[in-house]
């Protein structure tokens, strides 16, 4: 199969990707090219008690066609004890430098995930990808602001590199439960950003706490966009907060459960408020990454 989208990517140059010979479809609006691609495990790691990274290379150039922000569906593998049945969602923690190459951290959570944790280097995995859609990151933009905590730093981290490459400031919170578990490395890997951690452990990472960090440095400084991923809790403060800076966008990557990934299912719907226009949206399609303001957080059925 062979396809061409040609289309301008917020924040990054336009470009035209072309379907892998190998692709077996190539459908999805918000990316520009689906596909099965089958992997070879390159790496596989822990990096601390609870998430690991994992490395593949397959022969399409992911690298191209994978957006910060997107997502792969992963086919887990069945061990003696485990047949995960559905794919499980995984942001794109980073890409190359060679074509194939694309890089995961993942919590090892469940079923799929512990099936996963087993895969050997020298072994092989089928992925689907890329999906969703990706951040909003214009030139212009000055300084942003990124609030991660858990998985969010494996969603936002490729975030960095772009925004770090086009010369843009970047200021980093993060959270974690304790100093052990922050991952501060694993999120920079090498980026210069002005960063505050706060941590469960010693009541920084309240809700409270955290809104008045984050209005301080809003405050102290203007920043174009505000991104955030992996806490609910934050995410609702983050939208009260950023009502206060009418200037400062806000962008969140959502996290919710999936099954087909692509669109059909419907499983991953929620509600989203768009100044007045309720509507139901795929996050696995319309998102994940949505404006901050347009999400509802509780929705109450009957
Ligand atoms: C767009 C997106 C990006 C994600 N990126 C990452 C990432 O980069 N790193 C990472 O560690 N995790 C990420 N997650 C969460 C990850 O998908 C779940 O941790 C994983 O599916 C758990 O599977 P499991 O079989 O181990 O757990 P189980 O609890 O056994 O899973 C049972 C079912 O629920 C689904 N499920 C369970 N927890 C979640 C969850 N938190 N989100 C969505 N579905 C879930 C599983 O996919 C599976 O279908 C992401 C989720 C989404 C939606
Ligand atoms: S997971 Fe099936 S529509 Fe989103």
């Known amino acids: 199969m062979k396809a061409s989208i040609e289309k301008q990517s917020p924040g990054f140059a336009p470009v035209a990707l072309k379907c892998s010979s190998t692709a077996q479809h190539c459908f999805q609006r918000n990316a520009y090219s689906v596909a099965s691609h089958r992997c070879e495990v390159r790496e596989h790691r822990w990096v601390n008690d609870r998430y690991k990274y994992l490395k593949l290379t397959a022969k399409a150039d992911l690298a191209a066609a994978t957006k910060p922000g997107q997502f792969y569906q992963l086919k887990c593998p069945s ?26 951290l993942y919590n090892v959570t469940g079923a799929g ?65 304790t100093p052990k578990d922050l991952m501060r490395d694993e999120f920079l890997r090498g980026v210069d950003a002005d960063v505050h951690c706060v941590f469960d452990s010693d009541g920084s990472s309240s809700v409270e706490a955290m809104e008045q960090l984050v209005r ?22 983050l939208q009260q907060l950023l009502k206060d800076f009418p200037g400062t966008r806000g962008e969140v990557a959502m996290e919710q459960r999936m099954a087909c990934g692509m669109g059909v299912c419907l499983s ?32 109450e059925f009957g």
């Open 113 to 177: 995930t512990h099936a996963l944790s087993h895969l050997e280097v020298g072994g092989q995995m089928d992925i689907v990808g890329p999906l969703g859609n990706t951040f909003v990151l214009e030139p212009g933009f000055q300084r942003i602001m990124v609030v991660a905590r858990g998985v969010g730093l494996a969603t936002m981290a490729p975030l960095l590199q772009h925004a770090a490459k086009a010369g843009i400031r970047i200021t980093a919170v993060m959270s974690a439960r």
């Open 79 to 104: 061990t003696h004890d485990l047949s995960p049945f559905l794919l499980r969602p995984m942001s794109v923690y980073g890409v190359g430098p060679e074509a194939g190459t694309v890089e995961l």
């Open 268 to 299: 991953c719907v929620r509600l989203f408020d768009k100044d007045g226009d309720k509507k139901f949206l795929r996050v696995c399609r319309e998102g994940p990454v949505f404006p901050i303001s347009d999400v509802v957080g509780e929705v």
């Open 216 to 237: 301080r440095l809003l405050g102290a400084e203007h920043h174009d966009v505000v991104y955030t991923c992996g806490s609910h809790r934050i995410l609702m403060r």
